[in-house]
Structure formats: C-alpha cells, structure tokens
C-alpha cells in the first residue's frame, strides 16, 4: 500500500472526490449539492478553473484516493509595488485522514507554489465559525491581520 501523499492539479475525474470533502461538515453540508449525478455547476466552475492559468485546484492522493484539496489563485496587485498575491481557498481533507497531517502537508504545498510563482504574500481566510480551523493557520504561521468582509450576493 502506498504511504507517500502526491500533490496534483485536479482532474474533472476528482470532482466527486473534491464536491464529498467539501460537502463533508456543518457549514460545507448546507452550502454544497453533493449528489449524484453532480450538478452541471461544479463542472463549468472546474472548467473555468483549469483554463484559468492564475487558478489551481490542486488535490492530495494517497495512492489513487483524493485524499484533500485546495484552490489557489494567483493576483497581481498594484500594491506591494506590483507584487503578487497567493489566496488559499476551499481547503479540506478526507474524514478518514484528518488529525494526520494531511492538510498541514497541503498547506505548506501551496506556500512552496506561491514561493515558485513569485508572490511575496500568501492570503486565505476562514470562517469565524471554524475556530479550530483559525487555530490550525496560526500554528503554520499566518497571523490575523485585516479583518475581512463579505457581501453575499
């Protein structure tokens, strides 16, 4: 059996994978249609994603399961003299590995992808109902520094 997890760009083969972690919590089950067949808008949001070369959904496999996933985004700003940005969005990990170390591999991952594309910060955010969530980015060295806002449209 293999050990070793292998980061990957994410296939449309992965999105049942991806749409079951993501469904797979309190807040992620009232937001997402996990059902079968899935809803033709995960397959348009994966297309755009994929053409898009600043967006990345990337995924975790543990021999051939999906074990996490993450979207990452790159922007340049103006500010910062022009400098690029890394926001980390979307990121869970399968029921059956979590508390193992996955999603602290799959984090420090994307921290290396943004250092290899030239950004000289790396953003995310999470929910203010995740408190073990805020806990986890700040033991992996991000730090609360803006309070964000969100208009629901």
Known sequence: M????????AAEKD????????ADDVLGSKRERYEHPLPNSYKLAFEAIAADPNNELV???????????LQITFTPYITHQGGWRATIEGVRTSA?????GVGT???KWAIQRAEERGCH?????????RPDALRFYERLGFKATHEGLK???
């Open 2 to 9: 293999e050990t070793e997890i292998r980061f990957r760009i």
């Open 15 to 22: 999105l049942d994978s991806i749409v079951a972690m993501l």
């Open 59 to 69: 995924v975790a496999c543990l021999g051939n399961d999906v074990i996490g996933v």
């Open 96 to 100: 059956s590995v979590r508390g193992k």
């Open 105 to 107: 591999d799959l984090i």
């Open 121 to 129: 910060l790396v953003q995310l955010t999470t929910d203010k109902k």
């Open 151 to 153: 208009l629901k449209l």
